[in-house]
């Protein structure tokens, strides 16, 4: 259920993000900025009350301004004090429901940024970890490991990967490293060749796809997990399909390198970019709403 309301987010993502493919990704970014905002002030309107966050706001400066003004009446200073405290986290309340809201609905637009603007492809001569981890019920003792860039599977091997020998773009570094208190493989490989590929794991005659982006300037979707089943963990990661597996396989990581986008001279990540943008937008609209904050 999980992966299939993703699937719908990323194709929608896709789409109206197509324009802003042929240009600076701040582009992107801005435009997704503007979208969230108007889709906060829009949750605000409906769900907070502008007129008790505005009185709320009030009666806390009014209480300050008393412990400023009587600051010789220790009676007052304590009254006063006990007020604005109180006031603040009535405040504090009132800005928090529409918040519990917002959070969880925006997820999706956040896992979408996170595939897009997040990673950055490997370069030639990067060093790769990749990462298979098991269910529990899997004996690791019993699997052997192998890169045969052929596709050429020993009878003798339960588990080995395979990459497409014509357009090879990572190759085995080092023997693969066997984490059985986790239920985890870990192989060391290295990039060879620019490009995107999907890359196989075959375990036990079973083949699992997980792409794999070494290409320079690449535009597109870059996930680091792929899941066996659908589950909470998926909402981040939703650029691949899931393996249909809840048995053998719970995921493939690949760790990508954290990238910067560009702009006027500057290199920010994206969430920064986003968050002040969100803000400057917001402030901007609010009263155009009818919104408190």
């Known amino acids: 259920m999980i992966h299939s309301i993703n699937y719908f987010f990323t194709k929608v993502f896709d789409i109206i993000l197509y324009p802003f493919s042929f240009i600076n990704e701040f582009w992107g970014i801005l435009f997704l900025s503007f979208l969230?905002?108007?889709f906060v002030l829009y949750i605000y309107k409906l769900v907070s009350s502008p007129a008790k966050i505005k009185e709320t706001k009030d009666l806390i400066k009014a209480n300050i301004l008393a412990i400023r003004l009587y600051k010789d009446f220790w009676k007052v200073i304590v009254s006063s004090f006990v007020k604005s405290l109180y006031y603040t986290m009535k405040y504090f309340l009132l800005n928090m429901i529409p918040l519990l809201l917002i959070i969880p609905l925006m997820a999706p637009v956040f896992s979408q940024m996170l595939i897009r603007y997040e990673m950055k492809p490997f370069e030639i001569g990067d060093?790769?970890?990749?990462?298979?981890?098991?269910?529990?019920?899997?004996?690791?003792?019993?699997?052997?490991?192998?890169?045969?860039?052929?596709g050429q599977l020993s009878p003798k091997k339960t588990l080995s990967w395979k990459v497409d020998a014509n357009r090879q773009i990572i190759k085995q570094d080092m023997k693969p490293v066997f984490l059985n208190a986790i239920?985890?493989?870990?192989w060391k490989m290295q990039v060879t060749k620019e490009g995107k590929?999907?890359?196989?794991?075959?375990?036990?005659?079973?083949?699992y796809k997980k792409s794999f982006v070494s290409e320079k300037g690449f535009r597109g979707i870059i996930s680091?997990?792929?899941?066996?089943?659908?589950?909470?963990?998926?909402?981040?990661?939703?650029?691949?399909?899931?393996?249909?597996?809840n048995e053998t396989l719970k995921y493939i990581n690949i760790y990508y390198k954290g990238r910067l986008i560009s702009f006027l001279g500057?290199?920010?990540?994206?969430?920064?970019?986003?968050?002040?943008?969100?803000?400057?937008?917001?402030?901007?609209?609010?009263?155009?709403?009818?919104?408190?904050f």
Do not use: C
């Open 197 to 207: 590929q999907d890359i196989e794991l075959i375990i036990n005659e079973k083949t």
């Open 127 to 150: 060093e790769v970890i990749i990462k298979a981890k098991f269910y529990k019920n899997v004996d690791l003792n019993g699997i052997d490991a192998k890169v045969n860039s052929k």
């Open 36 to 38: 969230s905002s108007i």
């Open 266 to 292: 500057t290199e920010i990540h994206w969430l920064i970019h986003y968050l002040i943008l969100m803000l400057i937008i917001v402030l901007s609209l609010k009263k155009r709403f009818g919104v408190e």
């Open 224 to 245: 680091e997990y792929k899941y066996g089943k659908s589950n909470i963990d998926h909402i981040l990661y939703p650029g691949e399909e899931i393996f249909n597996d």
């Open 183 to 186: 239920n985890e493989i870990n």
